[in-house]
């Protein structure tokens, strides 16, 4: 459990089809152009989750990626095969880590605080979450950026579905990030309470016995309960899909305001995580 309630104080989202104009949000033409387009989708939502959450200075910048950066990995394995592993430019492989969304929003900020970047499959996000939570309650932060980013590219349609993957669910792609907070604001109209997550092929009895322990330990009854195909039916799949499902939470606790707890699931391959929020 998380040892203290925690506030979310503002949310953005970039899902494609639809995008913002990227011109407004990243000024700069040169830094702008040098950015594929899953970073653009990154450090647009950060930038738009600060500036909803009046320009806060985080202490602390924390993304998540199940896949990171693949079309400039492909791009840059495709270009090591073509020259024959000669003269390679390295712009490619440097933008192809994991840590480049991270690290492009603390440049553009001037932001020196801690930043890291967690790639764990379906527990990205979460591992996020739990790192600012272990922040925020031991006093080390008081505003922690949380976000996270996938894309998707043909090549990995093709091998989902050669996997067999894709045979309910269509695959997707997107970013979204989140202003965490360890004392509540005029923004706040969200808190974090839980966090849970349990590896291993689960039948959907299991499931629902460890959704009924995860309300017992929070004392919550009856809570709105929000599965994957109520979510991904907009974004689609893909390993952090959960952060698309969390602003979709979010966003309906914050334009209903309603003060009623709601149970976020998710099951990824054999990943299964839960987020328990409540409105204020």
Known sequence: MIGQSLYINS????????????????????????????VRMGVAAGLQCLAEGKDVHPDAILTATGLGCLADTEKFMNTLLDHDESLLAPTAFIQSTFNTI???????????????????????????LLDAALLLCDGEARNVLVGAVDELLPTLSILLERLGYLKQVKPGEGAAFFLLSN?????????????????????????EEQVHVLLSENQVEQPILIRPEEFKSYCGEYPTAMSFGLWYA????????????ILLCNSFLDNHSFILLKGR
């Open 11 to 38: 949310i953005a989202s970039v899902n494609p089809p639809v995008e913002p104009d990227y011109k407004k949000l990243i000024p700069n033409a040169t830094v702008r152009r040098r950015m594929s387009r899953i």
């Open 102 to 128: 991270g690290a492009q929003i603390a440049l553009l900020t001037d932001n020196h605080c801690y930043n890291n970047t967690f790639v764990h499959r379906g527990f990205s996000l979460e591992s996020a």
């Open 183 to 207: 004392q509540p604001a005029d923004t706040s109209y969200v808190i974090l309470q839980d966090i849970k997550m349990i590896n291993g092929s689960l039948s959907p009895k299991e499931i």
């Open 250 to 261: 979010c966003k309906r606790l914050r334009e209903t305001g309603e003060t009623r707890h």
